[in-house]
């Protein structure tokens, strides 16, 4: 398969995790094949349990498959390097918490721009392109404000530019909206499909949320109890 031709920048083929050992091992994931290609808006849709935290962890390289292969831009994650996995994450994967996961005594400037002093770019660089990125998502006037200074859904923004930052080829999201009430959490998802189209990016979005999953995304995968049970709106791979 060429997946420069189709686009492809995440595959799962037969992808397992399993906790424990011997009786008491637990099957998180099942056997899961899938692929996202470039400028799509995925959805995990399940219920609480069904995998599809677990296999966001994997594609993120948080977590590791028992069996299977992920491969995300030509790169199969398991053959990387402790120092190749940390490039990944990096570089190449933004992602979205629930929790926000924001520096309380950072500004909003200064949380945004922490993965580009990760990536060791240069002060005036890093500076511009967080002001950038809080313009993108509406905050340009609140730069130098602080967490507890700001709304559930402002801090989401914040938590969004500072994934954009570094341009990611694949955003994951893992239930962004689950602190929103439902008016916000749309906004929310309105922001995530503008930079998904205007950079051509994947998106991967976990929800349990169907009305949600279904507005936002191009596709929605249904999981239960560890498997993709059945994918609305895909086309052949």
Excluded at 82 to 111: C, H, K, S
Excluded at 142 to 162: C, K, L, N, T, Y
Excluded at 186 to 215: G, M, P
């Amino acid at each position: 398969m060429s997946y420069i031709e189709n686009n492809i920048i995440v595959e799962l083929t037969d992808v397992s995790k399993s906790y424990g050992k011997l009786q008491q091992t637990v099957d998180a994931v099942r056997e899961v094949s899938f692929v996202v290609r470039r400028g799509e808006r995925v959805a995990l849709l399940g219920k609480s349990g069904s995998g599809k935290s677990t296999l966001l962890n994997m594609i993120a390289g948080l977590d590791r498959p028992t069996d299977g292969q992920i491969r995300v831009s030509e790169r199969i994650l398991s053959k990387l390097s402790p120092a190749e996995m940390a490039d990944y994450r990096r570089e190449r994967v933004g992602m979205i918490f629930q929790a926000y996961n924001l520096v309380p005594w950072r500004t909003a400037l200064q949380n945004v721009e922490l993965p580009m002093v990760f990536a060791r770019r240069g002060k005036s660089d890093r500076i511009a392109a967080a002001k950038e990125a809080l313009a993108a998502v509406g905050l340009a006037g609140r730069m130098d404000h602080r967490p507890s200074e700001f709304s559930g859904g402002e801090q989401q923004r914040v938590a969004i530019a500072r994934a954009l930052i570094n341009s990611p080829e694949l955003l994951l999201a893992d239930e962004p909206t689950g602190n929103l009430d439902s008016s916000t959490a749309a906004e929310i998802l309105e922001s995530l499909s503008r930079f998904t189209e205007s950079s051509d990016t994947a998106t991967l979005l976990v929800t349990h949320d169907e009305e949600l999953a279904y507005r936002f995304s191009t596709r929605v995968l249904h999981m239960q109890d560890g498997r993709l049970d059945h994918d609305s709106g895909a086309d052949s791979a």
